[in-house]
T-cell receptor
Framework: AQSVTQPDIHITVSEGASLELRCNYS??????LFWYVQSPGQGLQLLLK??????LVQGIKGFEAEFKRSQSSFNLRKPSVHWSDAAEYFC??????????????FGRGTQLTVWP | DGGITQSPKYLFRKEGQNVTLSCEQN?????MYWYRQDPGQGLRLIYY???????QKGDIAEGYSVSREKKESFPLTVTSAQKNPTAFYLC????????????FGEGSRLTVL
């Protein structure tokens, strides 16, 4: 079965520092991968997605992620973090099997704190 | 603007009462989903529906019920059988295609007193 692991529950970085959030997935075929962001008390917003092609994908708010099949990873990066990036980040993998087509499996999330 | 509307945003209920959370979308999406979110546990799937008049149990369906009589609407009822209903509930929709990209509502926070 598909699964997603986000090893870091909580990360703290200083404003202006670089950021990398880790995501590992378990899936037999070529995965559909997503990163979502959630501000407190809000729904989730899509940051970026990988379906196929170029393994480095660009998203909104200056985020990017790199798909590495050999490592089963889809890590999220940002060169310089802003205080407004403080939020919870979720990695997810899609399911292309017939009965559960389109279902996403989510990691437990990484809470990002940004120090001024 | 197209989107997903959840209501109410905050809801309080007494133990033993059923409560229904509303979810409406105007994105013309075929698939709709209900997730439950608890601190440190990520999102857990309660129910999902890929077409009108059909729905499937997710990972934590016990104590919940849904209906899908219209494409636009997917209400969730939290019944008195749900042992620990206090949580943040998120509704989402998608085209129901291979990619699975989800669009989320802003959530409903249910507190049982």
């Amino acid at each position: 079965a598909q699964s997603v692991t986000q090893p870091d529950i909580h990360i703290t970085v200083s404003e202006g520092a670089s950021l990398e959030l880790r995501c590992n997935y378990s899936y037999g075929a070529t995965p559909y991968l997503f990163w979502y962001v959630q501000s407190p008390g809000q729904g989730l917003q899509l940051l970026l997605k990988y379906f196929s092609g170029d393994t480095l994908v660009q998203g909104i708010k200056g985020f990017e992620a790199e798909f590495k099949r050999s490592q089963s990873s889809f890590n999220l990066r940002k060169p310089s973090v802003h205080w407004s990036d403080a939020a919870e980040y979720f990695c997810a993998v899609g399911d292309d099997r017939g009965s559960t087509l389109g279902r996403l499996y989510f990691g437990r999330g990484t809470q990002l704190t940004v120090w001024p | 603007d197209g989107g997903i509307t959840q209501s109410p945003k905050y809801l309080f209920r007494k133990e033993g009462q059923n409560v229904t959370l509303s979810c409406e979308q105007n994105l013309n999406h075929d698939a709709m989903y209900w997730y439950r979110q608890d601190p440190g546990q990520g999102l857990r799937l309660i129910y999902y529906s890929q077409i009108v008049n059909d729905f499937q149990k997710g990972d934590i369906a016990e104590g919940y019920s849904v209906s899908r009589e219209k494409k636009e609407s997917f209400p969730l009822t939290v019944t008195s059988a749900q042992k620990n209903p206090t949580a943040f509930y998120l509704c989402a929709s998608s085209k129901g295609d291979l990619t699975g990209e989800l669009f989320f509502g802003e959530g409903s926070r249910l507190t049982v007193l």
